[in-house]
């Protein structure tokens, strides 16, 4: 072939692979995309990422939050394009099969699960599983007061059946539905007076990073094991970002201990979601050059 149809042709296909990347991005000019936030933190640390991911091909995103059952509700009615992030199977599975056909899994960013722990203080030879909080001398001890976080919450819907199915209630102890503020309001505040207390939680969360927390043994499986924290997108949201975003974004892993870590530098750092996802994508070049790859 003549030399120079050769550098023609090869010119000619960058062109349209650049224009071609170009319309996609034109057509995301219309609108930011929107990403969908359930309202915690480590929510929105994760949603962060993705963002700031997308911001480094020059693509603008919005987000909106609200409480698990309103966000899934909201992505059923494309008022978000994308979600960070639905655990699946088990805390948000039921909310995601009436639309599980309208959207793409993206990429799992960790494995989260959910649990009960006390204090490292409390002795384990006293409690180690859920079943010693009915020990006479450890209710005479334990907080009875089991402070949680919104009713829509895996870790709430399934703490509410830990305390019928073992019979805490008839003990005195009380599950109570509240802010992740108050959640964790009343686990330091406890600590800070070495009172035995019992927290419903899960991993990854910042209060690991701070305290000894020992999860307490659930044989009865109540708390449903390991989830997928996956990052969904519409399928009919997938045409407003180019191919190689779309591919950029199933690359994404994070693991559960960068996600403690960037919990933590939002509760406790005080940085803004954004501005701690910028921080942990800067100290940790190698891994955000996997997903740009």
Do not use: C
């Not at 930011?32 to 603008?60: C, D, M, N, Y």
């Not at 698990?68 to 805390?91: C, I, N, Q, R, T």
């Not at 203080?121 to 402070?147: C, W």
């Not at 994404?252 to 994508?281: C, F, H, Q």
């Amino acid at each position: 072939m003549n030399p120079n149809r050769r550098y023609f042709l090869a010119a000619s296909a960058g062109i349209l692979a650049a224009g071609a990347s170009g319309i996609a991005r034109a057509a995301l000019a219309g609108r930011k995309l929107v990403v969908g936030q359930i309202a915690l933190s480590f929510h929105a640390a994760s949603g962060s990422i993705a963002r700031q991911l997308l911001a480094l091909q020059g693509i603008e995103t919005e987000v909106k939050e609200a409480p698990h059952e309103k966000m899934f509700e909201m992505l059923g009615k494309g008022e978000v394009d994308m979600l960070a992030s639905a655990w699946l199977p088990g805390s948000h599975g039921g909310y995601l099969a009436p639309m599980v056909s309208e959207v793409e899994k993206l990429t799992v960013l960790y494995e989260p699960y959910t649990l009960w722990g006390v204090p490292d203080y409390v002795p384990a030879g006293e409690v180690s599983a859920v079943a010693d909080l009915k020990k006479p001398e450890v209710v005479a001890r334990m907080t009875k007061v089991i402070q949680g976080i919104g009713p829509g919450a895996g870790i709430s819907r399934f703490s509410r059946e830990i305390v019928k199915e073992y019979g805490l209630d008839t003990l005195g102890y009380e599950f109570r539905n509240g802010t992740q503020a108050d959640m964790e309001r009343a686990f330091e505040s406890a600590v800070a007076e070495k009172r035995w207390v019992v927290v419903p939680l899960w991993q990854p969360q910042h209060l690991h990073h701070t305290y000894k927390i020992r999860e307490l043994a659930e044989p009865k499986g109540l708390l449903r094991g390991k989830d997928q924290a996956t990052l969904l997108i519409r399928n009919d949201a997938r045409h407003l970002l180019p191919a190689d975003a779309l591919a950029s974004l199933r690359r994404v892993t994070l693991g559960n201990a960068a996600m403690t870590e960037l919990d933590y530098l939002i509760n406790v750092r005080k940085l803004s979601p954004m501005a701690a996802a910028a921080d942990w994508m800067k100290r940790n070049p190698a891994i955000v050059a996997r997903w740009r790859a």
